[in-house]
Nanobody
């Protein structure tokens, strides 16, 4: 399984970016997927997730209402539309997939749920 994340960059506060994550080698279509992020000196944290086979989505409180995760059906992956960006959103963003599993909702927020990870893409928001 390989995940390829792209779309990061430098943006001013209040701006927008769209991240993309393509997944290859996953035997399941529409797998459970998520975005996490890690800022310097901090632990990796959940950002947004999408449940396997459905359009159910999950968000951390810090991004709810500003970020949106959606499916990229062509590449069996996901997008992350990020609006109203803030300097505190600065981090390396990672996409991840569960693979073929479909755990209960609360597990989607845990990094340990995800078996496969992409290489990360840097997002920097200037004030």
């Amino acid at each position: 399984v390989q995940l390829q994340a792209s779309g990061g960059g430098l943006v001013q506060a209040g701006g927008s970016l769209r991240l993309a994550c393509s997944a290859s080698g996953v035997s399941s279509s529409r797998p459970g997927m998520a975005w996490f992020r890690q800022a310097p000196g901090k632990e990796r944290e959940f950002v947004a997730g999408m449940r396997k086979d459905t359009s159910s989505t999950y968000y951390s409180d810090s991004v709810k209402g500003r970020f949106a995760i959606s499916r990229d059906y062509a590449n069996n992956g996901v997008y992350l539309q990020m609006n109203s960006l803030r300097p505190e959103d600065t981090a390396v963003y990672y996409c991840a997939t569960i693979g073929t599993g479909n755990p209960i909702s609360s597990y989607y927020f845990r990094s340990s749920t995800y078996s496969y990870w992409g290489q990360g893409t840097q997002v920097t928001v200037s004030s």
